[in-house]
Nanobody, 128 residues
């Protein structure tokens, strides 16, 4: 089993920055792809950014150039640096992890269904 705990959310003005963290514990040696999803009220949970164990990344178009996903395998921690935040980035952000040995392209296609571990979420609110 793997436990994921997010932190770093909060309230920020448009144009500001936040850094989310996700600490993994448990059977972390099995983890491959990790990533961030978000869900705004009344909307589906959507993929934001993912990163393989080797460092390959994928970003949804709306965050490219503004968000950076990274991971420190030694510290078992996933990060999401969010810059130039916009009100439309407001959502609950969830950390996700998978022990499946699929490449990044396959994990993008599988979406939420590709992940077997989820955190509880951290709220990000961007005011205009």
């Amino acid at each position: 089993q793997v436990q994921l705990v997010e932190s770093g959310g909060g309230l920020v003005q448009a144009g500001g920055s936040l850094r989310l963290s996700c600490a993994a514990s448990g059977s972390i040696f099995s983890l491959n792809t990790m990533g961030w999803f978000r869900q705004a009220p009344g909307k589906e949970r959507e993929l934001v950014a993912i990163i393989s164990r080797g460092g390959s990344t994928y970003y949804t178009d709306s965050v490219k150039g503004r968000f950076t996903v990274s991971r420190d395998n030694a510290k078992n921690t996933l990060y999401l640096q969010m810059n130039s935040l916009k009100p439309e980035d407001t959502a609950m952000y969830y950390c996700a992890a998978s022990d499946k040995l699929f490449d990044i392209a396959t994990m993008v296609r599988r979406g939420r269904g590709g992940y077997n571990y989820w955190g509880q979420g951290t709220q990000v609110t961007v005011s205009s």
